[in-house]
């Protein structure tokens, strides 16, 4: 198993709030199928994964099963941002059946959505090696979960952009429309949020040049060719951070990543996951 740098989770309340909606949608006036299990019965279960991926989201795990049992025992093998083999066990759990079985689906609806997110993640960053490009996130997260999807992304090995409408300018077309042109945007950015990041997002190389001119921290090469990118490259010659956004898959990333440009955001990462397919076994004791 190969251990990546994952930074902190959420903070507890917040990741205690998640657990209380998946709850509410699952467990609702209570869980009339564990009611046929004896009130006292202990059990203990061992978790699998039947894939290759990176883990994500224990804690939104641990979270589940505490909030029905705050006794419960649960024995990780491994951390958030480790990859595992598919037959792997990945933890072990002990504790009140009833906790156990009622607390199984949203704990792995979580940890299973998470890894995803982290494993194709980590595809993505081991697709751009050997370059300096750093592989964004974006903002096309599942409702609620922004927070949960962003810290599975630094799980996999990549990096957040802004959080939301409220950490971070973009300029886009529309904005940019609606302002007058480029340096009436950034004019009135600097004037209203002078300590926010301020990205513009170009569609040509005349945009660019403006953007460049407006000295903007970050542009946003939307749609770009290959051949345009490095195009952009030559021109902006390191005096601001170029992104690629737009198409970009697993397929086409590597192409991007060498034609020079520091970041490329990927919406597949959090909008297009598949669920790591994990198998939890409970046996009574």
């Not at 951390?79 to 792995?108: H, K, N, P």
Request: charged share 25%; with cysteine.
């Amino acid at each position: 198993m190969t251990a990546k740098l994952a930074l902190d989770p959420p903070a507890p309340p917040l990741i205690d709030a998640d657990v209380a909606r998946a709850f509410a949608e699952d467990l609702g006036s209570g869980d009339a199928t564990a009611d046929l299990l004896p009130a006292d019965a202990q059990a203990h279960a061992a978790l699998t994964s039947r894939e290759s991926a990176v883990i994500a989201g224990i804690p939104w795990f641990d979270a589940c099963f505490r909030k029905l049992d705050p006794d419960v025992r649960i024995d990780w093998k491994v951390a958030d941002g480790e990859r595992v083999a598919a037959g792997s066990v990945i933890c072990e759990l002990r504790g009140r059946a009833r906790a156990l079985v009622s607390a199984e689906r949203s704990a792995l609806n979580f940890l299973q959505l998470l890894s995803g997110t982290a494993t194709i993640t980590a595809a993505h960053v081991a697709a751009v090696a050997g370059t300096a490009v750093r592989v964004l996130d974006t903002r096309k997260t599942l409702p609620g979960l922004r927070l949960a999807q962003k810290y599975a992304v630094r799980c996999g090995g990549g990096h957040n952009h802004r959080i939301g409408l409220y950490d971070a300018i973009l300029v886009k077309e529309n904005h940019i429309i609606a302002a007058g042109g480029i340096d009436a945007a950034v004019a009135a950015a600097r004037l209203r949020h002078p300590d926010l990041l301020l990205e513009v997002e170009v569609e040509n190389l005349d945009e660019l040049r403006q953007a460049i001119a407006a000295g903007v921290d970050r542009i946003m090469l939307d749609n770009f060719t290959p051949d345009l990118m490095r195009e952009a490259v030559a021109l902006a010659a390191g005096r601001v951070p170029l992104e690629v956004s737009g198409n970009v898959d697993l397929d086409s990333i590597g192409e991007l990543a060498r034609t020079g440009v520091d970041f490329i955001s990927v919406g597949a990462l959090t909008k297009h996951v598949r669920a790591v397919d994990l198998s939890l076994r409970l046996r009574l004791d």
